[in-house]
């Protein structure tokens, strides 16, 4: 399922991470991102971790190791935008048709050309709490390495703000408020932050994902793009063409359509 999150380094208030398009939700992202952090049940450096993570712009970048899945190219970012017919086909574990399935056994990798694909910026694609977008980015998982805690985030709905701006816009605007900042959306008149749903200490136990998890959506007013405003990320195009603007964070988030 394309529930959006992020993995980040730093604190609540002020981290930065990289992008996770598939199943964000604690009872899978979570559980990988916690054995991701202890190999062979050991706490790994989380020092290292952090350097090593802040180098790409998406998750799956980062367990690549930098290297395309689609045409084996090494640092060039995320592949999206795949116009050729072999992602369908591989998601399901099927044979690809021709030129892909040739071009696989030959090459290793079914579009070593990049006829078919483009890629993301890397570095450049990451999501901080600078501009958090918790319309669309639905959970976060903040490591900070220093105290060895990871604080996960979840999105929701917040009270519409006395002060909200009254002009459109496609871009969400930051808007500060006595309960601390939210983020306005004048489109759909609706304002959403993040609020912390569990801070785990990574030298203990593994917490109860589900559990957690519960207490995520149970305790926020949902929902957040999964039902409203946008039914697919796959359909930002459209929106943008009709509305004849540049949003980066929109952009950006169609090329994560794979």
């Known amino acids: 399922m394309s529930t959006r999150g992020c993995v980040a380094i730093g604190t609540p208030e002020h981290w930065q991470g990289v992008y996770n398009h598939w199943d964000s939700y604690p009872t899978y992202l979570g559980a990988k991102l916690w054995e991701h952090l202890h190999p062979n049940g050991q706490l790994r450096d989380l020092n290292a971790f952090a350097e090593d993570l802040l180098m790409y712009g998406d998750w799956r970048e980062y367990l690549n190791r930098g290297v395309c899945p689609c045409c084996g190219q090494k640092g060039v970012g995320q592949p999206h935008t795949i116009s050729g017919p072999f992602y369908d086909y591989w998601l399901r574990s099927e ?73 459109e816009s496609i871009r969400p605007l930051r808007v500060e408020t006595p309960q601390g900042s939210v983020w306005w959306y004048p489109d759909i008149k609706a304002a959403y932050r993040h609020v912390v749903v569990a801070s785990i200490d990574l030298t203990g136990p593994e917490p109860d994902w589900r559990n957690i998890e519960v207490e995520g959506i149970g305790s926020v007013t949902k929902p957040t793009t999964s039902m409203l405003f946008l039914p697919c990320i796959a359909d930002v195009s459209g929106y943008i063409s009709q509305r004849k603007e540049t949003l980066s964070v929109v952009r950006n988030a169609e090329r994560r359509c794979i």
């Open 95 to 167: 044979p690809l048709p021709e030129p892909f399935q040739s071009n696989l056994e030959k090459h290793g990798y079914p579009d070593p050309e990049a006829k078919y694909h483009e890629h993301g910026n890397g570095p450049d694609d990451q999501i901080s709490s600078e501009y958090p977008d918790p319309l669309y980015i639905e959970w976060v998982y903040v490591i900070n390495p220093a105290n060895k805690v990871m604080t996960v985030l979840t999105a929701c709905r917040a009270p519409k703000p006395a002060n909200a701006p009254v002009f």
